[in-house]
Structure formats: C-alpha cells, structure tokens
C-alpha cells in the first residue's frame, strides 16, 4: 500500500476498519480510513456527529471498548505498528507518545483525585525514576505553562472546584506534561463558553508549537480547523470523503457532501439567507456498506454510486476526493486518501 | 471538619430525643395493658392496681411523661418485667455480644463483598460475574435459620471443624469481663485459649449473617463499579497510559466507594438490632433474643431501651459514613462544610 510509507510521516493510518457487534446486528462504524499526518504537522478531522471522527482517535490510541472491535487496518507511528503492539507496549506510547485531550474536561478528570496529582500521575507512569515529588513538582511547572493562576494553589484542587476553561488547562496539562509526538484534541472546545473557546485553542497551538508535538484536531467545528490546522479531513458516515490543504478544500470543495457542508455555514457577506441545510439523513451503519455511503442523500449521485465504492482521485496537490465524479478528469490516487506534502 | 462532626453530633441528639418521645407514645397505644403482662393472668385486681401505683402508671400523662424524660436523663432505663433487673443493665450485658457478632459479620461482607462485586464488574457477564450473581442470590434468598441448621449439620455433627452453638466451650472461663466482647477482653487479659475458641464460635453465625450482607454490598458494588467504569475520567486514566489493575485500583474503585459504604452503612445497622434467628441457632445470647422476648412479653421498658439503642446505634454508624462519604468524595465535604 504504500504510496508513501514516508519518513516524514509521523502518522499513517490505511484501510482501517472499526465495527460494533452489537445484539441487533453489527455497526459499520469505519470502512476504510486511510491518512496520514505528518510530523510536526497539525491535521483537521471534521465531519457531523457520529461519522466516527472520536472512534478514528480512539483506535489509533486503541481504546476501542466492547463490542467495538477493530477488523482490519494499519495504523504506523513513527517505526512501530500501532495495532500490532502488545498491550504493555501501546501503554507505553498512551500518554507519553500520543496524548488525547477529551471533549468534557469536567467529567474526564478524576472527582476524587487532586488535580495536581492528577497531572504528575502522567509523568509517572512514564518515567519510573523521577519520584513523587520530583513528578508534582514539574506538574505544578506545566500548570503554570498551561497559564492557570497560583498553580501551587491550584494543583490542590479538586476537578468540582473548577471551571469548565480551567479544567481543560488542567487536561491539557496532563496530557502535553510527557511532550507527547502527537496530540490528539477530540473536540477541546465543544463543551465551553463560546469566551474561553478561542483562549483554549491558543493555549494549545503555542504549547504544540513550542513541544513541536503534530496534533490531529477533531471538530465539527469547521471555523475551529480553519484557523488552526494546515490539512483538514472530512469524514463522512466511517469514511473518508475528502482530505486537502484547509485552504483548498474550504475554498475549492470537490466531494458533494463538503460541498454541503460548507454550504450549511451561515453566510455572513448575506445574513438574511435562510440556512441550508443537506436533505436527508445519515445512513444507518448497521447497513452493509455498499457503494458511497453519501449517495442517497448526494444530489448528483448515479445509479453506480449506490452500489460500488468510489475509488479515491487526485484532485489537486495534496488535494484527494473520494467521488466518481472526478473519474473523468483525475487520476486515482492509489488506495489511500492522504496527501504528500 | 470539627466543626462538621460537632454539628452532627447536635442533631443526632436531637433524632434520639424525637426517637424517645415517639417511643413513649408507642408505648401508649399498645391495646394491651401492660400491667396484666406484668402481674400475670392470675393476679387479683388489688396486685394489679397496687403495681400501677409502684411503676407509675396510674398518674396523669403528662406525669409520666416528664417522669420518663427524667429518667432518661439519668440513664435510667426502668426495670425490665421480663428480668426484673435494670434494662440498661440487660442491654449492657446483651449489646456487647451483638455488637461482636455483628461487627465480625461485616468484616467478612466487606473482606468478601467488594471484590466480589468489582471482580464482577470488570469481567461483567464471564463465568465469574454468573458465579458472584449465584452467591449474591444465595445470600439474600436462602433463609437464615435454614443455612444455620444446614452448616450446623456438617461442620459441627459431620465433620467437627468448628464448635457447637454458644459463645465459649463450656469448660473455659470467660475472663474479666470489661467490654463484654468475649474477643476483646481475652486479649485485654491475654488468655489466647479463650481468644482463640471464642473465634472458633463466631465463624459459623457471622459466616450466616455475613453472607446476608455480603450479597447486598456485592451487588451495590458491581453496580457503582459498572457506572463508574463508563465515566469519561476511566478513559482518560487509560489514555494517560495506566495499566487497566491501577485504572481500576486508582480511578474507578474509589469512585465506586460511595453508594458501596451507603449499603455497608444500612446493613451494619441492621445487623446491630440483632439477629433473631441466628442468635437463636447458635445460642448466642444477644440482643436479638432479647428484645424479641422483650416484645413478645411486652416488656415496655426494655422495649423503649432496646428501641432506644438501635436508634442511636444507627445513628452513629449513619455519622461514620457521613464521614466517610467527606473522605471520600472531596465534593461532599465542601458543600456540608460551607452550608
């Protein structure tokens, strides 16, 4: 497979697939995700709710749980493939090497754990000689960097005396405390005040810049991946529809169902437009995924579309589309949406 | 958190005063007159005005009433008919040998119940978790003065592992008597015999009174460990890196402890009224049999005493694990502190 198995590449994840084998039948949750992200690079994920954007970064840290099952795929880190680890290595590079930072910053902390403690554990866990104290102490030292007030005060607190922005300082601090390679952000902003979203994302663009950490920033938040992010991919229903450089692809979409999407945007050139909104409804997952998972709803889908896969084309530089409508004019692009940048 | 004990211990003085006046009422409304328990089916009517005038019940309500308040400020609790001692006397001498049986039958809920219920948990739905239901269904279902009789059978007539009925083999001397817990007060006095058969004695009914609490705490357990376990903060504990033992160990148990020693709090409690049934099995005299005599005979004043009592037994043991809920959820600490 192998368009690239890049050097430059932090990050390569092919083919992978993900179900849930549930009592009344088996969830579809991912078919066939493929990207890659490169080293010091930082990499959009968007897409509506339940596309699979969270389960894609949850495989990769492989924290699927029951009855979700990961069927099939690669996914490479640096030198090491990810799910062929053995339980004792993935732990090793959870926290230290890829970190996460969760949606819900108040209800993933710890409500019986200090939250200073809570952030050393981190360090802890991967580095056996640095002790207690020697831990809490640069604990304290990241609560500062992540800008929180009196950290040696603060470190004292528990998760319920803090608001949601400061506990999502207190996240990001126990996850960057290891400086991890790649940080993953499934969706940092979505749980707080529409103030503090735009103190937080800083926060994590000048700690990543300054660790030299790639991040994959999951959102539905297109405005969010625009601001922050050099490539953004767009996932739709466990696939992957569409995947470029932000500009291109917020600019120039190729796949109907980005299209879509940025079409939903309120327009601000022309406020008094009603909002758009794209017919119809996700797909259920249960269903055997036959052909694109977008045509029922896609306005210029063919009859092919509904039963055969669409290959993935080359649209542009580092600009890839996963539509048969750009079978005419573009070369396909191997069997891996990605880019080479 | 001095100042949050003192304030309990205020109200709980004011629950014990309610629960005094309540008892003295109840002890009103009983249709039978107690006098004819006392003086018994035979006695002349002389007898039994002439006992009316010795324990007061021929003055006017309000006399005693405030005669019984006073009494209890003295901790004077009557005289019991059934004894014809005093009832704190008889309470004194009945408590202490519930309060160890009881106190041995949580430890062995607790020792057993909570991993039991984790261990359920964690491996839900295995072969261990339908084993731990089985048990759990066992403990609740499976009537007590059954299960006495049936590990009676084997472990005292069949196999003779562990001692008969009763408290102490019949030629041992019990030893001083200081908190009337025969364990504690052989090793008061050293005498590692009488410490050691008197343990013997107590497996098989704390072993039967513990199982009935183990199934409860084993099922809380299970079930707050199964919440907790979906919390968001277990998968952040897993994304740090932390092996699935110390994410369960660290993050999920503690968090599961709360309703868990809700349950351990309510079945303590029960297990201090005493348990009729067992003590009667095993010849344990506690305060089960007691109060049960006390009721069928209507022993009024023993009946308040020993209503008395549990009421505040449990009271306490409802401020221990208000205690233990500010230890372990630093949220409930605050918010009682401040208020």
């Not at chain 1, 992978?16 to 995700?33: I, K, N, S």
């Not at chain 2, 037994?313 to 208000?322: G, K, M, Q, R």
Request: proline content about 6%; overall charge negative; charged content about 20%.
């Amino acid at each position: 497979m192998t368009v690239g198995a890049d050097k430059n590449n932090l990050l390569e994840v092919e083919d992978l697939a993900v179900r849930f084998y549930t009592l009344r039948g088996t969830v579809h949750a991912l078919e066939d995700v493929s990207f890659k992200l490169g080293q010091g690079e930082s990499v959009g994920l968007v897409g509506e709710t339940g596309c699979g954007k969270s389960l894609t970064a949850r495989a990769i840290l492989r924290i699927v749980s029951p009855p979700g099952k990961i069927i099939r795929g690669n996914i490479r880190f640096e030198d090491k493939q990810l799910l062929e680890l053995s339980e004792r290595e993935i732990r090793q590079i959870r926290g230290n090497q890829i970190s996460m930072i969760m949606q819900e910053p108040k209800m993933s902390l710890n409500p019986s754990m200090r939250v200073g403690k809570q952030v050393a554990e981190t360090l802890m866990i991967h580095d056996k000689s640095l002790g207690k104290r020697g831990a809490y102490a640069q604990a304290v030292d990241m609560l500062n960097a992540v800008s929180i007030p009196d950290p040696k005060h603060m470190a004292k607190r528990y998760p319920h005396e803090l608001s949601g922005g400061m506990a999502q300082r207190i996240m990001i601090a126990m996850m960057l405390v290891t400086r991890p390679k790649l940080l993953i952000a499934d969706e940092p902003t979505s749980a707080l005040d529409v103030t503090i979203q735009a103190q937080i994302i800083d926060l994590i663009n000048n700690l990543i810049d300054d660790i030299g950490s790639s991040v994959l920033m999951i959102s539905h938040d297109l405005g969010v991946v625009a601001e922050t992010c050099d490539r953004v991919i767009v996932m739709y229903a466990g696939s992957v529809a569409e995947s470029g450089l932000v500009r291109d692809v917020m600019e120039n979409p190729q796949h109907p169902y980005t299209q879509g999407l940025l079409r939903t945007l309120p327009d601000a050139i022309d406020p008094g437009q009603p909002l758009y909104s794209i017919k119809g409804t996700v797909p259920n997952l249960m269903d055997e995924p036959l052909g694109c998972r977008f045509a029922p709803r896609c306005p210029q889908a063919t009859d092919r579309c509904s039963s055969q896969k669409p290959p993935v084309y080359d649209v542009g530089p580092g600009h890839q589309v996963a539509c048969f409508l750009h079978e005419a004019t573009s070369p396909v692009a191997g069997t891996s949406v990605g880019v080479q940048l | 958190m001095g100042n949050y004990i003192l304030k309990r211990l205020v109200s709980l003085c004011i629950t014990v005063a309610g629960i005094a006046i309540v008892t003295f009422f109840l002890s009103l409304i009983v249709p039978i007159d107690p006098l004819a328990a006392i003086a018994g089916p035979q006695a002349d009517p002389e007898t039994v005005e002439r006992l009316r005038a010795v324990y007061g019940f021929d003055q006017p309500l309000h006399v005693q009433f405030f005669r019984y308040v006073e009494r209890l400020a003295h901790f004077d609790l009557g005289m019991s008919f059934q004894t014809g001692r005093p009832v704190l006397d008889d309470i004194i001498y009945f408590f202490p040998a519930t309060f160890e049986l009881a106190s041995i039958a949580m430890i062995i809920a607790i020792v057993f119940g909570i991993p039991l219920g984790v261990i359920s948990a964690v491996k839900r739905n295995s072969f261990l978790d339908q084993a731990a239901r089985v048990i759990s269904l066992i403990g609740v279902s499976m009537p007590v003065f059954w299960l006495g009789l049936v590990l009676l059978l084997i472990f005292y007539f069949k196999l003779s592992w562990l001692p008969e009925p009763g408290r102490l083999d019949i030629m041992l001397i019990e030893p001083p008597r200081i908190t009337g817990m025969l364990l504690i007060d052989s090793i008061i006095a050293g005498d590692w015999e009488v410490f050691q058969d008197a343990l013997m004695h107590s497996i098989m009914p704390a072993t039967v009174l513990g199982l009935f609490g183990l199934a409860g705490i084993a099922r809380i357990a299970r079930s707050s460990m199964l919440d907790v376990l979906s919390q968001e903060y277990v998968k952040t504990a897993r994304i740090k890196g932390l092996s699935e033992f110390w994410v369960i160990v660290r993050h999920a148990f503690p968090n599961a402890l709360v309703p868990t020693v809700t349950m351990i709090g309510l079945t303590y409690g029960g297990l201090l009224e005493g348990a009729v049934l067992t003590e009667t099995i095993f010849s344990w005299p506690g305060l089960g049999r007691y109060l049960t005599v006390a009721f069928l005979t209507l022993d009024l004043n023993a009946i308040v005493g020993g209503t008395m009592l549990v009421a505040i037994s449990y009271s306490l043991v409802n401020l221990l694990v208000d205690l233990l809920y500010a230890y372990l959820n630093p949220k409930i600490t605050l918010a009682k502190g401040e208020g």
